[in-house]
C-alpha cells in the first residue's frame, strides 16, 4: 500500500516535471531565447572592407523585438560597434570588467550574453530583470555524488511519507477501532455506545442512536411478548379450570366429558407455548449475566419428574427416572429454573409427537467431564429425512439472533429453546430417533 | 358441573376461612368455587387489596356463597358446614372466629398489589404468620423470590389446574395447622404425631425418633404425593447433600415402626429414583 503510494508520487512527480520542463522551454527558449538573438545578431553583424560595421535587417529586428541592445568588444577592450546601447553601460573593457561581466552574465544590471566572434566579443544585453542568472560551482567530487544526494533527499522524503502515512494509518485504526467493536456489538444485539471525537463524531453518534432505536424495539418487543404471555394467562386459566371440571363432572355425558377433555389439554398446549415464548424473550434479552449457581442435578431431575407424576394428569405417559451410579453428586454451573425448563421441553415434546402415549425415561450419566441427561421416549419416532430436517432447522435457530424469532416454523420452540439453553451452558444437545423405536434428546452439560 | 373432587381435603382444614383476593372477578369466583368444590366452606372473595383489608375489618365483603345462576352452574359445596371449629389456638396466631385462616392472593392488581397487601397484613398482630399463597401471572423469578422473602407461603402461576390450587393450598394448610389434627390413619398403625407415638395394629406401640418424626410430617402433610429425597433431607437437615444414606437408614427404621411388613411397604413407598410417599389409609 505504502510502496504503491510512494511508486505515485515519484511518477506524478517526474510527469510534472517533464510537462514544467517542456512548456518553459517551449515558451522561452525555441524562437524566442536569447540565445538565438545572440546567434541571429552575429550573423547580421558584418564587417565592411572599410572596416564600417554594419548590422543587417534581421539582427536589428531581432534586437528591437526584444527590446535589446548589443555591443562588440575588440580585442584591446574598447567597445568596436554598439547599438542602442544605454548610457551607464561602460564604452570599454578591461579584462577584469569582461570576466565579471560573463560571470554575473550582466553588464550595468543589463542581463548579458556572450558571443565568441573572431573579430571580437559580442555582447547582446537584454532589459534589466529579464533574465536571472546564477553561476554555480562545485567540487567535482559533489557532482559525482550527486545521483547519491538525490537518492538520499528521495529516501528522507519517502521516510517522512512513510511516518505520516503510519501515523494516520493508527489515527484511523484507533478511530475505526470502536466504530468496528459497536458494530459487532450491535450485529450481536448487545447496546452500543460510541464517544468519538473529531471528524467520526457523527458517525459515533448515529451509531449510539441506532443502537437506542434497536434497543427500544427489542425492549418494545420483550415487553409486548411478556404483556401477551401475561394477559393470556388469568384467561387461560378459566379455559383450563372449567374445561377440567367439566371433564371430571360426572353428571355430564361421556362425549361431553370427552371433549372437555380434548379443550383441557390444548389449553395445556398453549400453556407450554406461552411459557416457552416468555423463557425465549427472556433467553433473548436478560441472558448475558445468566444466573449461574451450583446445580445438583440428581435433585433438580428428581423435582423435575416428581411435579410430573404429582399431578397426575397424564396416565398415557408414565415418566421414569433413572440416575447413573457414578451420575449421583453431578454438578453443573447453570441457571436452574432454565435446566429444569429444558428438561421439561424434553419431556413435552415427547407426549406431544405421541399423543396415543408413550414411556419416557430420564436418565442421568457421567461421561468424562460431561453430565448426559437424556430423555428418550418409546414412541413413534420418526423418519430419517424427518430427523434430518429437524437436525437443520436446530442447526438453522443456531445462527438467529433471537429465539424467539425462530418461532412460526413447524413446531413451536420446544427443542430450539432446549438448544438455545444447553448452548448458553456451553453444552450441546444431540437427537436420534428410529421409525417406531421412539425419539432421544440428550443434553450434554460441563460439569461444574 | 362442579369445581370439585381434587383430592380429598382433611376434615380439620374443612372450615378453615379462606380470603381469595383477584380484581379479576371471574378468576376470583372460580378460584373460590374451585376450593369449595374442593371442600372448603368458608371461602371470601375480594376484588381488591382495599376489599381485602375492610373484610379483615369485620365489614361486610362479598361473601359468595356457591350461586348457580352467578356460577354457571356451580353447585354449592358438598360440605357446606358454615360452623366454625371454634379452635383459637390454631397455627400460629391467635385466630379469632372471623379471621381468615389463609390467603390467596393475586399478585398483579390496580391500586394495592398482592406483595403491599401482603405487607399491610403482616402489620396486623392477628396475621404476622398467616398463611399466604399467591396467584401470579408473572414467572419472574424475582417476583417469586419478593413473594416468598415477604413471607408468602407459596406461589401459583397461571395458568394453573384446579388441582394444582386445592394440593397447594391443602399443603400449605396442613403444614400451617398440622397440630390440629395430629392423627394419623394408616394402613397398619395409627400414629399421634404431637406424641410421635405409634399405635400398631397388632397392639404394640413404638415411639418416633425426632428425625422420623420429621420425616413422617413431611410425608404427611404431602400425603398421596411423592416427595423428594432431596425435600426430605432439606426438611431434616437443612440440605439436600450427603443425607441420602442417612436418610434411607431413618426411613428403614421408620417402616419398622409403621409397617406391617417393613420389606413390603404398604404406607411409606417408594418411588425408585425419586423419593417417598405416604399412602393414608381409606
Redesign the interface.
Known amino acids: 500500500m505504502f510502496v504503491a503510494l510512494a511508486l505515485l508520487i515519484v511518477m506524478v512527480d517526474f510527469f510534472l516535471y517533464t510537462l514544467i520542463a517542456y512548456r518553459e522551454s517551449n515558451e522561452h527558449y525555441n524562437d524566442d531565447s536569447p540565445a538565438t538573438a545572440v546567434r541571429a545578431v552575429d550573423a547580421a553583424l558584418s564587417r565592411g572592407e572599410d572596416g564600417a560595421w554594419t548590422l543587417s535587417e534581421d539582427g536589428e529586428q531581432a534586437l528591437d523585438e526584444r527590446g535589446a541592445w548589443a555591443l562588440l568588444v575588440d580585442e584591446s577592450g574598447a567597445v568596436a560597434w554598439s547599438q542602442r546601447v544605454p548610457d551607464e553601460v561602460p564604452r570599454s573593457f578591461s579584462p577584469n570588467d569582461v570576466a565579471m561581466a560573463a560571470h554575473y552574465a550582466e553588464i550595468a544590471d543589463y542581463p548579458a550574453f556572450f558571443w565568441d566572434r573572431d573579430d571580437g566579443l559580442l555582447v547582446v544585453g537584454f532589459p534589466k530583470g529579464e533574465y536571472w542568472h546564477e553561476s554555480l560551482t562545485y567540487p567535482a567530487s559533489t557532482i559525482a555524488n550527486l545521483p547519491l544526494y538525490v537518492l538520499l533527499v528521495f529516501a528522507v522524503d519517502l521516510g517522512i511519507l512513510f511516518v505520516l502515512y503510519a501515523v494516520a494509518r493508527r489515527r484511523t485504526q484507533s478511530a475505526v477501532g470502536p466504530i468496528v467493536d459497536a458494530l459487532d456489538a450491535l450485529s450481536e444485539g448487545r447496546a452500543a455506545e460510541l464517544n468519538l471525537k473529531g471528524d467520526l463524531r457523527e458517525i459515533g453518534q448515529r451509531i449510539t442512536e441506532t443502537s437506542g432505536i434497536i434497543e427500544q424495539k427489542d425492549a418494545a418487543r420483550a415487553n409486548w411478548i411478556r404483556g401477551v404471555s401475561h394477559d393470556i394467562r388469568t384467561p387461560l386459566s378459566m379455559i383450563l379450570g372449567y374445561a377440567d371440571a367439566i371433564a371430571a363432572d360426572e353428571g355430564a355425558s361421556d362425549d361431553v366429558r370427552a371433549d372437555a377433555q380434548v379443550i383441557r389439554a390444548q389449553g395445556l398446549k398453549i400453556k407450554d407455548l406461552v411459557t416457552d415464548l416468555n423463557t425465549a424473550s427472556k433467553l433473548d434479552y436478560d441472558m448475558q449475566p445468566l444466573d449461574l449457581e451450583r446445580v445438583h442435578l440428581p435433585r433438580l431431575l428428581r423435582s423435575v419428574v416428581v411435579e410430573h407424576v404429582n399431578s397426575g394428569l397424564d396416565e398415557l405417559h408414565p415418566l421414569e427416572l433413572d440416575l447413573d451410579e457414578n451420575a449421583l453428586d453431578a454438578v453443573v454451573l447453570a441457571d436452574e429454573r432454565l435446566i429444569g425448563r429444558a428438561v421439561e421441553n424434553a419431556i413435552a415434546n415427547a407426549r406431544l409427537h405421541n399423543e396415543r402415549g408413550c414411556r419416557v425415561q430420564v436418565t442421568l450419566a457421567v461421561r468424562g467431564e460431561r453430565a448426559l441427561v437424556r430423555v428418550a421416549d418409546d414412541g413413534a419416532g420418526t423418519s430419517a429425512e424427518e430427523l434430518a430436517e429437524l437436525k437443520a432447522r436446530l442447526a438453522r435457530a443456531r445462527t438467529a439472533r433471537s429465539a424467539a424469532g425462530s418461532y412460526g416454523e413447524e413446531h413451536g420452540l420446544g427443542l430450539v429453546l432446549v438448544d438455545r439453553i444447553v448452548r448458553a451452558h456451553g453444552g450441546s444437545i444431540s437427537i436420534e430417533s428410529e421409525p417406531e423405536r421412539g425419539f432421544s434428546v440428550e443434553l450434554s452439560l460441563p460439569l461444574a | ?6 383430592g380429598m381435603v382433611d376434615e380439620h382444614l374443612r372450615d378453615k376461612r379462606i380470603l381469595v383476593v383477584d380484581d ?1 372477578r ?2 376470583a369466583s ?1 378460584v373460590a368455587a ?1 376450593l369449595r ?1 374442593a371442600g372448603f366452606a368458608r371461602v371470601d372473595v375480594a376484588h381488591s387489596g382495599e376489599e381485602a383489608l375492610a373484610a379483615l375489618d369485620g365489614r361486610p365483603v362479598r361473601s359468595r356463597p356457591a350461586n348457580p345462576q352467578e356460577h ?1 352452574g356451580l353447585r354449592p359445596a358438598p360440605s357446606s358446614r358454615v360452623t366454625s371449629s371454634g379452635n383459637s389456638t390454631s397455627c400460629e396466631h391467635g385466630a379469632s372466629e372471623s379471621a381468615y385462616q389463609l390467603f390467596v392472593l393475586d399478585v ?1 392488581m390496580p391500586g394495592m398489589d398482592g406483595f403491599e397487601l401482603l405487607t399491610r397484613l403482616r402489620e396486623r398482630p392477628a396475621y404476622t404468620r398467616a398463611p399466604v399463597v399467591f396467584l401470579t ?3 419472574e ?1 424475582f417476583d417469586r423470590v419478593s413473594g416468598l422473602s415477604l413471607g408468602a407461603d407459596d406461589y401459583i ?8 390450587l386445592v ?1 397447594r393450598a391443602t399443603a400449605v394448610l396442613r403444614r400451617c395447622y398440622a397440630e390440629e389434627s395430629p392423627l394419623l390413619e394408616l394402613d397398619a398403625c395409627r400414629v399421634n404425631l404431637a406424641t410421635a407415638e405409634v399405635l400398631r395394629a397388632d397392639g404394640e406401640t413404638a415411639l418416633l425418633t425426632a428425625k422420623e418424626h420429621e420425616i413422617l410430617s413431611v410425608l404427611a402433610r404431602n400425603a398421596g ?7 426430605l433431607c432439606e426438611a431434616c437437615w437443612g440440605t ?2 450427603g443425607y ?1 444414606n442417612s436418610l434411607m437408614a431413618h426411613i428403614r427404621r421408620l417402616r419398622e415402626k409403621i409397617e406391617a411388613n417393613p420389606s413390603k411397604p404398604a404406607s411409606l413407598v417408594t ?5 417417598y410417599k405416604l399412602v393414608k389409609r381409606g
Request: no cysteine; net charge negative; charged share 25%.
Open positions: 358441573m362442579a369445581l370439585g373432587g381434587f379479576e371471574d378468576l372460580m374451585i368444590g354457571g398483579m401471572a408473572k414467572d423469578p402461576a397461571k395458568p394453573f389446574l384446579p388441582q394444582e394440593l404425593r411423592i416427595v423428594t429425597i432431596d425435600s439436600s447433600f441420602e418411588a425408585r429414583g425419586l423419593g
